[in-house]
């Protein structure tokens, strides 16, 4: 419900300014942005913002200007989504402001008016011959292809062997790219179907793109530059002798990138078959030349004077035959009726977002400041701008408006512009708009007539709320385990994962179709086939054992360990452990081989006790095996460093039990002794191995069973609530409104986020909040990724490397207790094509992907950030960007020196944080909550069962602990909860749930990359069908 009180802004325009404003204002309880050294949200006033556009759609040039594809720069779009969820946002598509209302007649039923219309005329050349047919603005060629109705009857004739392109801006080259790139890859893009068509039938060979200064003065950046040698038959081109040698290039940053490039581009040798894009400099045109329509592009020479950006004219010039010029030098403001406007710069004119003598009017992005930044520029412009309003505000400067009653508004709205669109009406188009892009392959097929736009939207009819038996909120391995029990026992399953790919911390992500990275599975225990240990008899029970293939690790020596004066390598088995050790540290040989033998009989015993205790129902068997009990229970007390202390080791020893740190990444004062044991022991039973075709072949099998058991699975789907009512769960509702029904909820979420956001602390009691509360989270990780173009498997064994700076081990959890970061300490090298050796299912051959992660603070403090998930732009956050620099710098430094033969062949790089890390799990902690003594064991972790009736929890957070294994068994664990049945024993005994022919049958070209995303739409493809025979009953 809307506070009487609050104030009602309307936003004209839905692209990048917009959205940003319109988040800015609805930010109250939400650090929003980052300002005067801290985030912050700017203001804490209940706000409505009404958001109007001319296109019965929203996003602006989001839509209809990035190229199709770049479909990650798009992403900005979940912006839109974000903030239309919140309360107070309405969307009011179709309607322009100006034509169909005025922004005085506005004024009298909002507080304020923020005109966020973009830039929408062209910056015209004035040459000859510029209005000749066949010469379009870059304007009309991007709306041509993106499907904008205004453009999409273009009248375009590519039946010539050359285009040209004036200006080489980031527009100019996405032009280049789309008329060079095989029409087979746009189509699997969401380029508008017409433009599709029409370029399958293109007869241009080459594409010359036009820059009027030097080089370096390109106005592309450094990265649109060089995706351009990667397109598939094409050759990128550039002359010699218009790259002459400029001084003062820099010796790195995006200018020497530039150069680089083009310099390489310049001693390119075109295939005869291939097409061509020509990077040319110095070339101004003077006029375009033709009689019915464009027929060449008359072009002056120009020449430096002193550097790049100066040039004069030599007077010599040249033709350039063409039967196509697209002209992409910039874009102008429009005047809008009523409103001031600077013709000269094509701007309204303002002071700080303050629309001059027009109180209450203001202005956001290019209409403000000019048609300059990129997408992100405008988010700081919007925030100046609601920053003015909020002081107006403030000062009393602005008139409350006198029209309140919104459903008066409402009315005046439709009465004006009846075929208005609205935000249920865009939700029919997009979902039509996937649906019928699935069909043929595309993300989506865009809907390119405007009538039909607002037919889709006028007929869209929600479809009603569907009862499942569960539901299971997140995808992780603990909540597909347990949802694919589920439906292979005959229960409808519903998997909700707010993310679009599946898979949780298991899940993988690949980078210019060249390199997979995975987030999560490094390495794993006994994957032996037919064996009952966790993994083969849980994938054994669900029919899919076999369609996972294992590489297995280097036995003698899964890791190889680097302290500053010792190396050790750890192999599989007990025994080599403690000789490799002893041999390791001969002074300490003789306690290293009892504590060693003292572990493995703890972590031998908890193997046959099978279970981490949790309920009396769990604890009564275990009489039936009292010495291994008592075993388990005093190991469970002991924090690791009072076991080494009772076999009197040195701290090198001690170093050297801890040295696998990174498996728990718990402090040694809190680390139990069991928990050491219980991760050896998991490894050293039945070896190590790695998925051969990566972690997500983990996710993808799983949610075939969920599919082929009648389950469904949904991506892009956040929950906003579990819906509790008298004590018990009633479903959930997602973020976009819509509301699912279950009596069974199953939580994979991380515990706090479980109940303090999801279910709410009104419905708890006390003593549970309490508890949450004390819950410690653990410290986490920071990632790095890094692709090189050598195959390291023919030089190096199937091992991790794990890199210790210093021996105190417990000096490096001291700092990040205390809120810092050790750069000495533990440093994980996993390479997944040495685990592989060499063997590939994705990326180019040669090649090798590695990944480093080490330990660091999670806490928001030291990030200089918030909640991504509360809409945080952290990213921007000065104190981010450093940090992340010089983590990533130290532990670049300190792969390079453990493997010096990748000097030299890094092609690629990137870092992950624990920020990046809630953006895609929402949590920051893969480990759950800290593995510490009083945090493991009976009454202290969590139980699958809550006292919420109906509500259960599966993943990293519960009794079942972390990590692949456990997680694995742990959503069995909580599925034989709800069934009441023992899976595991079921499993071990042969029991197969299921159908197993309802599988797919995973073909040579099956990729489980692939077979994990797009289940946001195969979901509402479910849902239409159900739609359509609920209708036609």
């Known amino acids: ?22 988040r800015h204002l609805l930010s109250a309880g939400i650090a929003g942005t980052y300002l005067d050294g801290r985030m912050v949200s700017l203001t804490d006033r209940p706000m409505e913002v009404d958001m109007f556009d001319k296109l019965p759609t929203p996003f602006g040039l989001i839509r209809g200007g990035v190229a199709p594809d770049h479909p990650d720069k798009k992403l900005i779009g979940h912006l839109f989504e974000s903030v239309a969820t919140r309360e107070g946002f309405r ?25 966020a219309v973009g830039a929408a005329a062209d910056a015209p050349l004035g040459i000859a011959g510029e209005e000749l047919p066949g010469s379009l603005s870059a304007r009309e060629f991007v709306g041509w292809y993106n499907g904008t109705p205004e453009y999409a009857a273009l009248d375009l004739d590519l039946d010539t062997e050359r285009a ?44 010359v793109v036009l820059g009027r200064r030097g080089h370096l003065a390109g106005a592309f950046a450094a990265a649109e530059l060089e995706e351009l040698g990667d397109l598939p038959g094409v050759d990128v081109v550039a002359h010699p002798q218009e790259l002459a040698t400029v001084e003062d290039i820099p010796a790195a940053g995006p200018l020497r990138r530039k150069h680089d490039s083009l310099i390489r581009y310049s001693q390119t040798t075109p295939l005869d078959d291939n097409r061509r894009i020509v990077l040319r400099f110095l070339a101004a045109p003077v006029a375009l030349i033709g009689q019915q329509r464009v027929e060449a592009v008359r072009v002056m020479r120009n020449r430096r004077v002193g550097d790049s950006w100066t040039v004069e004219q030599t007077g010599d010039t040249e033709t350039l035959p063409s039967g196509v010029v697209v002209r992409a030098t910039g874009y102008r403001g429009q005047p809008l009726p009523g409103i001031p406007f600077d013709s000269a710069r094509g ?124 539901i299971v909120i997140g995808s992780g391995l603990g909540g597909l385990s347990a949802a694919a029990c589920l439906a292979a026992a005959g229960k409808s399953v519903l998997v909700l994962e707010q993310h679009e790919i599946l898979g949780g911390c298991s899940q993988v992500f690949r980078r210019k179709g060249k390199w997979e990275f995975d987030c999560g599975v490094h390495y794993v225990g006994g994957c032996v086939p037919g064996s009952d240990n966790f993994i083969p008899a849980v994938l054994r029970g669900l029919g899919v054992e076999d369609r996972i293939e294992w590489s297995r690790m280097d036995d003698d020596g899964m890791d190889t360990v680097s302290f500053p004066d010792h190396t050790f390598r750890v192999p599989t088995d007990w025994h080599r452990f403690a000789d490799e050790l002893a041999a390791t540290f001969p002074g300490d040989a003789a306690g290293l081989a009892s504590c060693v033998h003292e572990l493995r009989s703890v972590g031998e015993a908890f193997e046959r006790l099978n279970d981490v205790p949790h309920s009396v129902r769990a604890v009564l068997p275990l009489a039936t095996r009292p010495r291994e009990a008592a075993l388990v229970a005093r190991a469970l007390e002991q924090p690791i460093a009072r076991l080494f202390d009772r076999h009197h080791l040195g701290l090198e020893a001690r170093a050297a039990l801890l040295s696998l740190i990174h498996l728990h990444n718990t402090p040694p004062a809190r680390t139990p002794a069991l928990l050491v044991a219980a991760l050896l022991q998991h490894y050293f039973k039945a070896g190590a191995y790695f998925p051969t075709q990566g972690g997500q072949v983990l996710g993808a099998n799983l949610a075939e069973v969920i599919e082929a058991n009648g389950g469904e699975i949904r991506t892009k789907a956040r929950v906003a609530s579990i819906d509790v009512e008298d004590g018990r769960v009633r479903g959930v509702t997602l973020c976009d409104g819509e509301i699912c029904h279950s009596d069974i909820v199953i939580s994979n979420a991380d515990a ?74 533990w440093l994980a090298i996993s390479s997944p094509t040495l685990k592989t050796q060499g063997v590939k299912h994705f990326g180019a051959e040669g090649h090798s992907s590695i990944e480093a992660f080490t330990a660091v603070p999670a806490e928001y403090e030291f990030w200089g950030g918030g909640d991504p998930m509360a809409g945080t732009a952290y990213k921007w956050s000065p104190e981010y960007v450093r940090r992340k620099a010089e983590i990533e710098a130290a532990a670049m430094e300190r792969v390079l020196a453990a493997m010096p033969e990748l000097d030299g062949h890094i092609v690629w790089q990137e870092s992950a944080t624990p920020m990046s890390h809630e953006r895609y799990t929402l949590s920051r902690m893969p480990y759950g909550p800290e593995n510490a003594k009083d945090q493991i064991g009976p009454g202290r972790r969590l139980s699958v069962r809550t006292e919420i009736d109906g509500l259960f929890l599966a993943g990293a957070s519960t009794v079942h602990l972390y990590g692949i294994a ?12 709800i069934l009441g049945r023992d899976l595991l024993a079921e499993f071990r005994r042969g029991v197969v749930l299921g159908d197993r022919s309802a599988l797919p049958d995973h073909g040579p070209d099956w990729d489980p990359f692939e077979a994990s995303g797009g289940y946001a739409w195969k979901g509402q493809n479910k849902e239409r069908s159900r739609a359509e025979a609920v209708a036609a009953r």
């Open 966 to 977: 456990f997680t694995l068994r742990g959503g069995v664990g909580t599925a034989s909860h």
């Open 91 to 115: 969307f009011w598509g179709n309607i322009d402001v100006g034509r169909d209302i005025g922004v005085d007649e506005l004024a009298r039923w909002y507080d304020a008016v923020i005109l």
């Open 752 to 825: 706090h986020r479980t109940f303090f956001d999801l279910v709410g602390p009104e419905h708890l009691r006390r003593r549970t909040l309490d508890r949450m509360r004390r819950f410690r989270r653990p410290h986490s990780i920071f990632s790095t990724y890094i692709a090189a173009d050598i195959d390291i498997s023919t030089i190096r064994p199937a091992t991790n490397y794990i890199l210790h700076g210093r021996y105190d081990v417990a000096e490096t959890y001291r700092l990040l207790d205390g809120g810092d970061w050790d750069p000495q300490g």
């Open 1 to 22: 419900m809307i506070a009487p009180e609050s104030y009602r802004i309307a936003v004209v325009g839905s692209g990048p300014a917009g959205m940003y404003t319109a």
């Open 347 to 470: 701007v309204i004119p303002n002071v700080d977002g303050r629309v001059e003598n027009m109180p209450g009017v203001y202005v956001s992005g290019w209409i403000k400041r000019g048609p300059v930044g990129v997408i992100g520029t405008n988010k700081k412009c919007a925030r100046d701008t609601v920053r003015s309003l909020l002081a107006d505000l403030d000062a009393d400067r602005l008139p409350r408006a006198g029209a309140r009653d919104r459903a008066a508004l409402d009315t005046w709205v439709h009465q004006r512009r009846p075929e208005v669109t609205t935000l249920p009406g865009w939700r029919g188009i997009d979902i039509r708009e996937r649906l019928d892009g699935s069909d043929v392959g595309s993300p989506r097929r865009k809907i390119v007539d405007a009538d039909e736009l607002v037919r889709t939207a006028r007929s869209h009819r929600p479809t009603p709320p569907r009862r499942h038996d569960v």
């Open 164 to 207: 040209v392109i004036i200006g080489n801006g980031n527009v100019a080259l996405d032009v280049a790219r789309v008329l060079a790139t095989p029409p087979a890859t746009l189509r699997r893009t969401d380029i508008a179907e017409h433009a599709a068509e029409e370029l399958q039938h293109s007869r241009i060979r080459e594409v």
